[in-house]
């Protein structure tokens, strides 16, 4: 069974410019979730993706965009970075949209570093 | 929505000790609490969660209690060793996404 895989797992980009990270679900995981987590912090929610549409959205702006396609793989886009969007960058795969019954498994991240 | 409070931040044992690290959450809908290990450099990695409708699981040297009347659950690490050190997570759910804690760094002494 292969687990979540992230790529690429480091990044460094200038403020303004635009990043895509990328996802690929554990076998037989049909939903992706973001989450964007701070030095010292837990993690956010940013959006979760089912059938290739956003399944919920957390707090942030729409500059954070993603896409799911037909395998279920993933990417997030963040336009216009911002010097605070530096972080850890989890993408995490269940078996069922939601949080309440499908347990979730993440990758190792993308650190995405803005200067 | 769902708040999740942690504590403590920090927790050093020595090996062979027990750790317990706890969480209160606000939603009493919630029915679902995973905990969360991560490693250096790393994901975070599911080890434990329990539902609802059980109020204690237990697997190997972890376990997790759930008081549902008082909306608090815990973890236990029993025999601490090294490679329990680690920053841990506890998290509930609020409708499609996982509302997390601040997070736990056990550090295990030999």
């Known amino acids: 069974e292969t687990g979540v895989t992230q790529s690429p797992t480091h990044l460094i980009k200038t403020r303004g410019q635009q990043v895509t990270l990328r996802c690929s679900s554990q076998?037989?995981?049909?939903?992706v979730s973001w989450y964007q987590q701070a030095l010292g912090q837990g993690p956010q929610f940013i959006f979760q993706?089912?059938?290739?549409?956003?399944?919920g959205r957390g707090n942030f702006p729409p500059r954070f965009s993603g896409l799911q396609f037909p395998n279920y793989s993933s990417e997030l886009n963040v336009n216009a970075l911002e010097l605070d969007d530096s972080a850890l960058y989890l993408c995490a795969s269940s078996l069922e949209p939601g949080a309440r019954s499908s347990p979730l498994h993440f990758g190792n991240g993308t650190r995405l570093t803005v200067t | 929505g769902e708040n999740v409070e942690q504590h403590p931040s920090t927790l050093s044992v020595q090996e062979g000790d027990s750790a317990v690290i706890k969480c209160t959450y606000s939603d009493s809908a919630s029915n679902y609490f995973p905990w969360y290990k991560q490693e250096l450099g790393k994901g975070p990695q599911l080890i434990i969660d329990i539902r609802s409708n059980v109020g204690e699981k237990k697997d190997q040297r972890i376990a997790v209690t759930l008081n549902k009347t008082a909306k608090h659950f815990s973890l236990h690490i029993t025999e601490t060793q090294p490679e329990d050190s680690a920053v841990y997570f506890c998290a509930a759910p609020n409708d499609y996404k996982l509302s997390f804690g601040a997070g736990t760094t056990v550090t295990v002494r030999a």
């Open positions: 993706y089912y059938r290739e549409e956003e399944n």
């Open positions: 076998s037989g995981h049909n939903t």
